[in-house]
C-alpha cells in the first residue's frame, strides 16, 4: 500500500535533482529543465497532499495550474533562450552579463 | 394694415443682400451689378411707399408708432438695469423719412449707371452705394442709440470708400481721410453720450429714454459739475455736428465732392450729413431738458451764414453745391435750436429733393462737357435743355422763391427763429440767429443764380475756345478734356429723368397743406400743413409705462393704444399757445422779409453776372475775397495749428514723459532691481539646486551602488544559490 511518505520521497529526490541541475549546469536550456523538475515535485507534493490529508480537489486543481503556468514559462523561457542564441550564438549562462558594468 | 417685421425688414435688408452680392460677384454680373443695386433700393422703395401710404394717408394719429424689439444683450444684475435692446420704431416721421430716403436713393442709383458707365470704378462703387442707402434706411428704422451708432459708422465708412473711389488720385485719397478723421470727432462725442444715457437709464431705447425724461430720472443727476441732461444732450449733438458737417467740424463736407458726383448727391442729399439732423430730432426732448437749444441755434446759424458767404466766391460747381449743403444744414439745425421741430424736418426732405437734382445735374453737366469750373462754362442753356430745366427749378426751391419747397419749410425756420430772437423774450444776443439766417437767405439766392447764370447763360466758352488743348483739365471723373463738341441732350431715363423726377418734387404744394386741401392758396398758413400735423416733436408723457411690444407679434391698427387724432380735429399747435398771435405775425414777417430778400439775391446776380453792371465782389473787395476763397482759413488752422502746433507739441510733451521719465525710471530702475534678483537667484541655483540637489543625489547613488554591486554579480546561479539558502534559513528558522 503506498502511503504519502512514499510520495514525499519520490517529490524530495525530484526537487534535490532539478535544485542540482539548476545550480550546477551551464547550459540554459538544462537549467529550464531543472526548474520543469522542481515544478513537478511541487506538483506531485500537491496531489500527494489532496488525497491523503486533506481529501478534496483543491490540491488537483492547484497542480493542473502549475502544469499550465510551467507550459507557458518553458515557451517564453525557450523564446528568450533562441533570441539569446541568435545574439551570442551560445547558451552559456555565463555569457549572459550585459548589465554589468 | 399689419406689419409684421417681414414687411418692414425688406427696406433694410434688400440693400444690404445688393450689396453683399456685388462685393462677392459683382465682376461676374452683366454690367457689374448696377441693375441689382437699383433694383434693391426700388424694393426698398416699395415696401416704404406702402408704409407712407398707410402712415400719412391712412391717418393715424400724431404719436401713433411700431415699436418691436427684442433684447440683444442684457447684462442686468440685482436692481441695476443694463441692457441693449435691438429693434425697429416707426412713427410718421420714419415713414416720410423712408420714402424720402429710398426714392432719392433709388433716383441716384439710376442715374450713376449713366454717369459711372464705362468707369474703371463702376463696380466699386455699386458695391459702395447700395451699402451706404441701406445704413441710412437702417439708422431711421432703428429704435435705439446702439444701433443707430452702427449704421452711423458703415455710413462714415461708406463716405470714406466713396470720397476716396478714385484712390490712384492724392487728393481723392486725402479728402476721404479728412472727411473719416473730422466725422470722427464727432462720433466719439456721440459714443460719449450713448454711454452716458446707458450708464444713467441702463437703455438706449428712444422710447426709454423719452419715459425717463417724462419721470425725471436725469432731475439732480450731474457729470463733470454740469447737469447729466447737458452733458448727454451736449455729447449727442457733438456727434450730430461731425456728421452734419456744423461749424467748425465743417472742413471735411466741402472736400468730399473729390468722389463722383452722384456719390456726392448721396452723402450731401439722402444720407450721411441728414443722419445728424435725424439724431438731434430723435433726441430733441434731451436737447430741451439740457437746455442746449440756444447753442444748437447759434452753431446753426454761423454755419448757415458762414458757409453761405463762402459758397459765393467759389469757382468749381461741385463746390458751389458743397457750401450750399452746409448753409442747409445749418437752417436744419437752427430749426431744431429754434424748436420749429416739423419745419427743420421738413427741411431735410425738401432739401434732400432739390439737393440730390442739383447734384445730379452737376453731374449731367460734368459728363456732358467734362469742365467743372464755372468761368469755363456758359450758354449751355442750349445744349442741355433737360438739365438747365431741373437745375432751375431746384435754385428757385432752394433760393426760397415762393410756390417752391425751399420757400415752404425754409421760411417757417426762419418765421420761428424770428420770434425766437426778437419776440419770445430770450437773452437778446440771441437775435444773431435770425439776422445771420436771413442775411444767408439772401446769399443762397445770390449764389445759386451766379452759378446757374455762370453755368447756362452768357457765351459758351467751351464751344470756340480751345479745342483739344489748353484745358487739360482733370475733372473730378479723371476725364481729359479732348476738346470734342458738346452734344445736345436727348431725354434718357437714365440721364435725364431722374432729375426731371425729382424737379417735380421741388415744387411747394407737396409740402404745403395745398396737397392735403387745408390751405389752398394760402401762402403763409403754416398751421394747417400736413407736416404740421403728422410731425411733431415727442411728447415724453405718452412713452411712460410703454408696453413693449414682442418682436414676432404683428402690428394692427387697432392696437394703437392713442386715439386716433384726424386731420380736421387737429388744428396747428396743440394746446393754448398765448404767443400764438405774436408767432403767427412773426411766420407773415418772416415770409414777406423772406420772399423780398430771395429776390434781392436774384437781381443782385442778374445785374452782376447778366447784365454786368454791378462788378462782381472779387474786383470790389479783394481782400475779403482772398479770405472767403480761403475759406476761412479753417483748413490751415486746423493744419498749421491744431495738427503743427498743437498735436506736435503734445506728442513732443507724451514723448518727453515716456523717454524722459518712463524709459529712465521705470524701465531703467526695473532693469538694476532685476540684475539684483538675477544674482542671488543665481547663487540659490548654484548652490542649493545644483551642489545639494543634484551632485548629492549622485554622491547617494553612488555609495549604495558600491555595496549593491556585491550582491548584483549578473550571474544567474549565483541568484539561485541566494534564493535557496533564503529559503532554507526561512524554514529553518521556522522550525527551530
Redesign the interface.
Known sequence: MMSLGSYLIISLILFVIGLVVMLSRKNIVAILLGIELILNAAALNFVAYSRYVTNNLDGHIFSLFIIVVAAAEAAVGLAIVIRFFQIKETIHIDEATQLRN | MEYTVGSIAPIFLSPVIAFVINAFFGRKLPRQGDWLATLSIFISFIFSARIFGDFVFGQFATDFFIHKTFTWFDLSHGSQIWKVDMGIYLDNMSAIMLLMVSGVAFLIHLFSTWYMDHDEKHGRFFVFLPLFTSAMLGLVLSDNLFSLFIFWEIMGFCSYSLIGIYNKKEKAGDASLKAFMTTRVGDVFLLLGIVALWMLLGSVNYVDIYAAIAEGKFDGQSVLGISFATFAALCIFLGAMGKSAQFPLHVWLPDAMMGPTPGSALIHAATMVTAGVWVSLRMYPLMVLGDITWFIAVIGAITAFGAATIATVQTDIKAVLAYSTLSQLGYMIIGVGVGSYNAAFMHVITHACFKACLFLSAGSIIHSVHEQEMPKLGGLRKYLPYTHFAMMACTLAIAGIPFFSGFVSKDRILGDALYYGFMSGQNPLLAIVPILGFAGAGLTAFYMFRMMFLTFYGENKQHHDNHGHGHGHHDAKGHKSHGHDIHHEHLDVRQNVPLLILAVFTLGFWFSGTLTGQSFGNLFGAKTEWFKILVEAPQVEKFVNHKREDFSKMDTREQSHLEHAHYHHQTGYAGPNPDEHKLHSAHTIGAIASIFIAFAGVLLAFLMYIKKSVNPWATRFPGLTKVLQNKYGFDDFYIDVLIKKGLLGLNRGLAWIDMGIYDRYVVDGAAAVNRVMYKVAKWFDNVVIDAIGVDGTGVAVNLFNLVLRIVQ?????FY??ML?MVLASYIWTLNF
Request: net charge positive.
Open positions: 554579480s549578473g550571474k544567474i546561479q539561485f544559490i535557496v
